[in-house]
């Protein structure tokens, strides 16, 4: 079969998919906890209502994923999912600001965003498989991610720019923007014919027989990367829900301006996700990994000493091009690990951990903030990023 020509235009039609998902995360996780500290909601609270999203994808991803495997419709496999999904959580994600004041009702509001998300993010991944072959998938993610970068990064600077003007205004402009990426993607990406599709693949393992094969393996290095990738997740993802709140309430900052904060973060991981790519190839992903994890206990040390908006805004840029170097390679790692045999097992697996670690973190950080302050999350998140140093040194490189 002869090669063809990788098709990029149809790679960043595509990555409009994953733009319009990574719009609507960050307003999310930076606008929405500060609405839910004004109802008089402990830390401990706003962060587990903001790990409802991970805990229905835990559930309704997987059953969507499969669900769409087996849809047949004029539109397709995936886009009837989409066409369900996105115009579900824009109009949940509008009504948010506007329901603010009742928690009942932006309970509601955020349960529906979380249930509209979790019922179109499986099959627009899906794509990724269904219109690129095996060699050019890891050049089509990249892609992607770069897209989805890119949208994470308007959504903080946009988002904190047009809150300053109203509350609504970033939900409103978010969603529309979300609504517009994903009808480009509905407009514009052909879906591959039935006759094309391989045949259906037998059941996957779920993930408690994922788990036992990792874990009866001789060599422990699956389970220590597994925990490493917990652990990362766990600190940033704490991070992510409590930044806001803690520019709110330490740096006397307005919430849009703390949502532009993170911007730099944001930015500098887009810009060092290709470089961090090249390093590891260079020097080996391990070595790579580990001097991101270690840039990243620096860098939330000097946020936890920091009390100028700018010089923090430096540390935070500083941070996210060291995020790079553990986020870009951690997946590539993972396949590192698990040999041609086990990929399905250990890509489950990572995004099982990744998963639970977006419920722990935001709760247990939230939890300690009571007890303590809005300062503590610096020393919570360097405490697990130093707790994957350790698994990571645990884990052995396959030859």
Same mark, same amino acid.
């Given at each position: ?18 733009? !319009? ?34 805990? #229905?994808?835990?559930?309704? =991803? ?7 495997? *087996? ?6 496999? *995936?886009?009837?999912? +989409? ?17 603010? =004041? ?80 994903? !009808?480009?993607?509905l407009a514009l990406v052909k879906e591959p014919a039935l006759e094309e599709l391989p045949a259906a693949a037998a059941k996957e ?7 036992? =094969? ?20 766990? !600190? ?23 949502? =532009? ?33 270690? !840039? ?28 790079? +170097?553990?986020? #870009?390679?951690s997946l590539p790692m993972v396949y590192d690990l698990a040999g041609k045999r086990s990929i399905g097992a250990y890509t489950g ?29 610096? +020393? ?20």
């Amino acid at each position: 079969m002869t090669d063809r020509r990788f098709p990029w235009a149809k790679t960043f039609i595509l990555g409009f998919g994953f733009f !319009g998902i990574s719009v609507i995360g960050p307003l999310f996780n930076s606008l929405i906890p500060p609405m839910l500290e004004d109802l008089g909601l402990s830390a401990f609270i706003t962060g587990f209502i903001l790990t409802w999203d991970n805990i #229905i994808n835990l559930f309704v =991803q997987p059953w969507v994923g499969s669900r769409s495997d *087996r849809t047949r419709s004029r539109f397709g496999r *995936r886009k009837p999912w +989409l066409m369900l999904g996105a115009p579900l959580a824009a109009v949940f994600f509008i009504l948010v600001p506007f329901v603010r =004041q009742n928690f009942v009702l932006i309970a509601l509001a955020i349960l529906g965003t979380n249930i509209g998300l979790a019922l179109f993010r499986s099959p627009t991944i899906a794509f990724l498989g269904d219109l690129f072959q095996p060699g050019e998938r890891s050049k089509a993610n990249g892609v992607i991610n770069l897209m989805g970068g890119v949208g994470g990064a308007i959504a903080l600077f946009g988002g904190g720019a047009l809150y300053k003007l109203g509350v609504p205004l970033p939900f409103i402009v978010g969603a529309g923007i979300m609504l517009i990426a994903i !009808g480009i993607v509905l407009a514009l990406v052909k879906e591959p014919a039935l006759e094309e599709l391989p045949a259906a693949a037998a059941k996957e393992p779920g993930v408690l027989d994922n788990f036992r =094969q990792v874990a009866t393996d001789p060599d422990r290095s699956g389970l220590f990367l597994l925990g490493a990738i917990f652990s990362w997740f766990v !600190g940033w993802n704490a991070m992510e829900a409590f930044f806001t709140l803690y520019a709110r309430n330490v740096l006397k900052l307005s919430v849009g301006s703390g949502t =532009q904060m993170l911007t730099a973060f944001a930015a500098a991981l887009i810009i060092f996700a290709i470089p961090s790519g090249l390093i590891a190839t260079r020097v080996g992903r391990k070595p790579t990994i580990m001097t991101g994890l270690t !840039g990243m206990i620096v860098g939330v040390i000097a946020g936890f000493t920091v009390r100028n908006p700018t010089i923090l805004l430096v540390v935070l840029a500083v941070m996210g091009a060291f995020w790079a +170097l553990v986020n #870009i390679n951690s997946l590539p790692m993972v396949y590192d690990l698990a040999g041609k045999r086990s990929i399905g097992a250990y890509t489950g697996l990572y995004y099982f951990a990744s998963s639970a670690a977006a419920i722990t973190g935001p709760i247990v950080a939230g939890w300690l903030i009571d007890l303590t302050g809005h300062t503590v999350i610096w +020393l919570f998140t360097a405490v697990f990023m130093a707790l994957a140093i350790f698994c990571m040194s645990q884990v052995r490189v396959k030859r």
